[in-house]
Each structure stands twice: as C-alpha cells, then as structure tokens.
C-alpha cells in the first residue's frame, strides 16, 4: 500500500493555463506539506497543513493555492501557469501531536512541465 | 535555521562502509539532527536522527560529536542502492518549527 500517493506523476501544459496537483496520505498523519524541487534540485518546502489548516505559508506566489479537504488530503491549485513554475512538486506528510520527532514521509512527486 | 555544511559528493564501493560528514557548527541545544536521503527520481526518505547519543537502526548508524557540532552518517555496507543524495537537517522541536529545511546535501555514488 502506498503511503503518500500523488497524482498525476507527470503534467504537461500550456502557460497561463490553471491545474492541480492531489495529494493523500493513508498514514493517518495530522500534517500535510507540499514541497517544490526546482531544476537545480534545491528542495523547498510551500505550504503546511496541520488538522486542515494551515500553518506554514513559505512566501509562495498567490497563485498557489493548497487546500485540505480533510487531514488525508492535501491538494495543490495553481492558476495562471508560468515557465518558473517546472518542477518537480513532492507531498509530504508527518505526525505533529503524539509524535516525538516527526519525520516526514514523502510522495513519489510531479514533475510539472510548463511549455 | 542552523546551518548544516556537507561536502558535494562522495564515492564508495560497494559492500564497503560509507562516512558522510556533516558540519553544523551553529547548532543549538534544542535542535535534533535528522538525515533524509533522495534516491534518483523519487521522494525523500527519512534515514535516521539523533541529539547526543550515537544512534543506530535498520538503515544506518549516526555517530554524534561531543560537542554536537559535527556528526556522521554510517552506511556499514553499501550496496547500490545506497546511490542517493544524503540532506543532513538540523530540526529544533516545539513551538511552530514543523518544516524541515533542505540544503544542497551529499551525492553519493557507489562503485560495483
């Protein structure tokens, strides 16, 4: 069984256009992340959700917009595409409450393409 | 948070142990050390984490200076599937501190 699934694992599109990434966990983790790896292979992290909401926002533009439909999910909408916007996106998720050093689990990622 | 220094990359053979540095000169008394590898074209994958001790599990073993300001990752056979990047992160606990903060990490290569 796959712990933190992604879908889809590769997406190609147009720029100015508006997709999503989605994101699940069967870990029963409180906490969420999304993380973005850029061409150079830094890895950043986005966004936080702990209990669906949102604790980390790392200055990400507002045209990232993560939503946590409940603590299993986080998905990742980003509208108006742009050519900085290829990456490699990584969903990520811990548990934060019991836990005693949270470590993270990560997704198998989406490599974004954006022509 | 602290800094963590690590060298770009290292090469081993396998089935011979591996030593991945790590410098954190900054560190403080509250921050954990946490090592995370990334296997080509996949997620992060936790390794292993510690605070004083000298730790070991399943995957490796951390060996922890004195004075907590360097440790080593201990790989005690590695086989080529060890072929990652190796992230050394410092990660404090309590208070808001949920992320963790990746740098440029250690690519190692494993010869057969």
């Known amino acids: 069984d796959t712990a933190v699934s992604q879908t889809p694992k590769y997406l190609v599109t147009q720029m100015g256009n508006d997709k999503s990434i989605k994101c699940e966990q069967n870990?029963?983790?409180?906490?969420m992340y999304w993380y973005k790896q850029d061409s150079k292979k830094f890895l950043k992290i986005m966004f936080s959700?702990?209990?669906?909401?949102?604790?980390i926002n790392e200055t990400v533009p507002n045209r990232f917009s993560p939503k946590s439909p409940d603590k299993a999910h986080l998905n990742l909408h980003i509208n108006s595409l742009e050519l900085g916007d290829s990456a490699v996106y990584f969903c990520?998720?811990?548990?934060?409450?019991?836990?005693?050093?949270?470590?993270?689990?990560f997704g198998p990622g989406t490599r974004l393409t954006v022509l | 948070d602290a800094k963590t220094t690590q060298p770009n990359s290292m090469e081993s053979n396998e089935e011979e142990p591996v030593h991945l540095p790590c410098n954190h000169s900054?560190?403080?008394?509250?921050?954990?050390i946490h090592w995370y590898r990334q296997l080509p074209s996949q997620g992060p994958e936790y390794v292993i984490h510690?605070?004083?001790s000298n730790v070991n599990n399943r995957m490796a073993s951390l060996a922890i200076a004195e004075d907590r300001k360097s440790s080593t990752l201990i790989l005690h056979r590695a086989t080529l599937r060890d072929a990652a990047v190796y992230y050394c992160i410092l990660k404090s606990y309590g208070g808001s501190n949920y992320k963790l903060t990746f740098g440029k990490g250690t690519l190692l290569t494993v010869n057969p």
């Open positions: 900054t560190i403080s008394g509250t921050d954990y």
């Open positions: 510690g605070l004083t």
């Open positions: 959700y702990n209990n669906k909401e949102l604790i």
């Open positions: 990520a998720s811990s548990q934060l409450s019991g836990g005693d050093y949270n470590e993270q689990f």
């Open positions: 870990l029963g983790h409180d906490t």
